[in-house]
């Protein structure tokens, strides 16, 4: 009886764990600001595109971009950073790769780490906020895990059904945390500028 106690909790546990990993269907997926036309592709590649109203002139708003990136991307949640020299005058380019995580229970993480490029353009008045290049190395603690690009999991062609009626349970998680890490990026750099 005592060798078997510590069995039955572990099989218990993982039960458990393994229910919360496959519950139904997210009520999340069928929200507006996901669904068909909410990740855009200009020539094949996924690129979100924020135009911000700021106050200044462009150098200006260069300036509090640069405090607003030293300031996040030392969080945490960020693996690393490189910030480039633009050859375009009036741009900033960041590439970062941090941990976008689905869900963080007792006994279950899952999460995956995103590559993406951020660049930040300014002019008088405005700034560009351009995120690109989107990779993603998903369950990399089993077998070395998976790697692929926002093109071939994000798109409306790869995270729907082929009706474009509902969107897949595993890109489709992908596509919520990209869209919401985008419109969280873009909500702190507006707040910056202004």
Known sequence: MKKILPLLIMLLTSTIASAQLFKGRNATFDKPEYQIGAVPVKSGKVVFEENITA????????GKAQQWINKRFAQPEIIKYKQYDSEKPGTITVKSEEYITFTNKKFVLDRTRITYYLDITAQDGSCTMKMHR???WYDEEYKGGEHFTAEEYITDDEAFNKKKT?????PGKFRVKTIDLKNDLAKQLKDALN
Do not use: E, S, W
Not at 166 to 170: D, F, G, H
């Open 55 to 62: 106050k200044g002139n462009a150098q200006d708003i260069l």
């Open 134 to 136: 989107i990779t993603y």
């Open 166 to 170: 509902k969107m897949l349970k595993k």
